[in-house]
């Protein structure tokens, strides 16, 4: 599952460099997915919109068994 993650994530990626900013992938655990959000995105104060509706939404899509995505 982390391997499907982390292959839709670098789906992501490219418009989030856009903007100045990046994700990692820190853990999976039972379908939550944590990351941190790095450089523009880390102090963005849309970075709650873009983790749910952004990296989230599509990780549940590539991935359906992802329950989640939080930030740390």
Not at 58 to 70: A, G
């Amino acid at each position: 599952m982390r391997e499907k993650i982390e292959k839709a994530i670098n789906i992501i990626r490219p418009a989030l460099k856009a903007d100045g900013g990046d994700v990692e992938l820190i853990d999976v655990t039972n379908g939550i997915v944590t990351v941190k959000l790095l450089g523009a995105c880390a102090g963005c104060p849309s970075s709650q919109m873009t983790l749910k509706m952004g990296i989230e939404r599509r990780l549940k899509e590539e991935v359906p068994e992802v329950k989640e995505v939080i930030a740390i």
